[in-house]
Structure formats: C-alpha cells, structure tokens
C-alpha cells in the first residue's frame, strides 16, 4: 500500500491534515515465499509513489518522509527498491524493523484514542506482510510490543486457505496462526489487556460491515464495534466467496480478497484476550477457604473492540510534525 496523508504544524492541535490518498500496491504479492518483490510489483510500487509525489508537488509540501515495511524488509531486493525510489524520484526510502513499525503504529492509533484510568489496550494493527501487537496503559510508556510474520498477504501465500474460507479452511488455519502468533499470546497473557484498539486498515473495514457502510470522507475518531455485530461480521466472513463479499455494504473494495484471513486472526487474537480476562476474573472471586463463583463480578466488562482510523502514517507525522519523542 501506497499512502500519503498530507499534514502540517501549527498552533493549537499538533498538526492538521489537509490531503489523504491511498493507492493499493500489495508489493508483497508474489513474492512472499520466494522472498522477493515480483517485478510487476516493484514497477507498481515505482508507478504509485510517482503518483504521490505530483500530489506532494501539487499540494507545495515542503518535506516527505518514505517508510519501508515488511514487504520490504523481508525482501532480498527490498534495497534494491529503496535504490530505485532515490534514483527516480529523489526521495530517501528508509526500511524499518518490525519494532520501530510497532512503536509508530502505537503512536498514530493511541493519538485517537484515550482509555478509561486503569484500562490497559492491546493495539493490533493487520497488514499485508506483517501483525504488530503494542500493549499498553499509559501513552508514553508502552508495556511491550512484538512483530510477527503474520499479514494477511504472506498467509494467503503460504497457507491458502480457499475461497471461500469455509469451516475446514478456518479449522485448517487455526493452528498455524496460533503458531505464528504465539508472541502476541505471550504479550497478552503477560499483561492481560482488556481493550483490543484495531488500528484502521482491516479494523475499519470490520466496523464498516458491521454498521452497514462508511460515512462520506471516512471515519476521524476512534469508535467502538459491538462485539455480537462484529462476531456476525467474522461468521459472514468465513463462508462468503470473494464475489458475495464484495456486495457486502461497508466492503473496501480493495480488502476483499485478505478480510477472511484479517478475521480470523482477530478472532484468535480476542479468544485469547478473552481467556485472559476470564482468568483474571476468576483470580479476584477467589475468598478464603474457597472460591466464590463467577457471578459475583457479573457486571464486570468483558473484552472491548474499539476502531482507531489512526496507525502507521498518522505515528510519521505525529513524530515528523506534532514533535513527538
């Protein structure tokens, strides 16, 4: 994916957005399991960032800022790419590590988002090559984070699961998901986390078909997704071939192929959060000489899914131009 918000400083909020394009590239596809970018990929990719900079151009933005990611960093060629960037566009491409993506996914979701005093946030942000999960409580001070190979592009390149998904395709997934993400389980059951903050992408799309459709120009705030419409969303997901999802209102035309994967490593990622939850629970009912049931702390909330339209890009400008550490 091809993006570039356009944003400057200024008095008053750290920095205001005046332009957003987004320009699907899947620089990964074909080129997963070879650990290469196919070359109609790497031209798209050119052709894409050539678009953005007659935007950049247009718009008189003084200063740009190129992120690399997994496709990239995966890549054998990735510096290769990074070189044509220089070479015909004259922008300096730099390839981050799965860390430093993570720590700039936190700092754009957590921008649009402030938990309740206590609550401690798992930020989940779904890509193409890669699933970054952050846990934390305070903003400035992240509990922990992991990278993991987990995008929903490299799992349909090396799992391929079918169209559609079915029960026997989940059921046939499930067990390499768990293993590829076995870091993220670690982070939860460390930290328990009771909020699960989806970082746009994916997320929105989800929250999207669970409402019926977007708004007109999208969504600025961060907004909670009912978990039985959400869960409704997951089931319509798995059985849906790739024709019947793209009718589905609220469908990204653009993530139609990849939202069966997306939901079901959500799925996987909630069933732990739940777990954890759960356990935690059952942790404070436990009274001298016993233990005092489950109901006593009926009223306790439950694990929360809430939509950032913030990740990755937004964390660039927050740093770049709102000056954040």
């Keep these: 994916m091809a993006s570039g918000p356009a944003a400057e400083g200024g008095g ?95 700092v754009g979701a957590s921008a649009a988002y402030v938990p309740a005093p206590g609550d401690r946030v798992l930020t989940l942000d779904i890509g193409g090559g890669s699933v970054e999960a952050i846990v934390w409580q305070d903003r400035a001070v992240p509990l922990g984070s992991v990278s993991t190979d987990a995008g929903v592009g490299r799992v349909a390149a090396i799992a391929a699961p079918g169209d559609p998904m079915g029960e026997l395709g989940a059921q046939r997934l499930a067990p390499f998901l768990a293993d590829v993400m076995e870091p993220i389980r670690h982070l939860i059951a460390e930290h328990r986390p009771r909020i699960l903050l989806g970082a746009s992408g994916s997320f929105d799309t989800f929250a999207d078909l669970a409402e019926g459709a977007a708004p007109p120009g999208g969504h600025r705030l961060a907004r909670s997704v009912d978990r039985r419409a959400l869960q409704e969303v997951f089931d319509r997901l798995r059985m849906a071939s790739a024709r019947e ?28 959060m739940e777990g954890e939850v759960e356990g935690e629970v059952e942790d404070e009912n436990e009274v001298e000489g016993g233990f005092a049931g489950r109901d006593v702390h009926a009223g306790r909330r439950g694990v929360e899914v809430v939509c950032s339209p913030f990740a990755l890009r937004e964390g660039v400008v927050e740093v770049e131009v709102g000056g954040w550490g």
């Design 12 to 106: 008053g909020p750290r920095w205001r957005e005046c332009f957003r394009l987004r320009l699907p590239v899947r620089l990964g596809e074909g080129g997963f399991k070879a650990g290469q970018i196919a070359p109609d990929r790497f031209a798209r990719g050119l052709d894409a960032l050539g678009v953005l900079r007659e935007c950049a151009r247009n718009l008189g933005v003084a200063e740009v800022k190129v992120v690399g990611t997994s496709a990239l960093r995966g890549a054998a060629n990735g510096a290769d790419f990074a070189a044509a960037v220089q070479r015909r566009l004259g922008w300096d491409l730099r390839i981050i590590d799965g860390l430093e993506e993570a720590r700039l996914i936190h």
């Design 245 to 272: 999802r793209l009718t589905m209102p609220g469908m990204a035309p653009d993530r139609v192929d990849f939202m069966p994967i997306s939901a079901e490593i959500v799925r996987c990622v909630l069933g732990w």
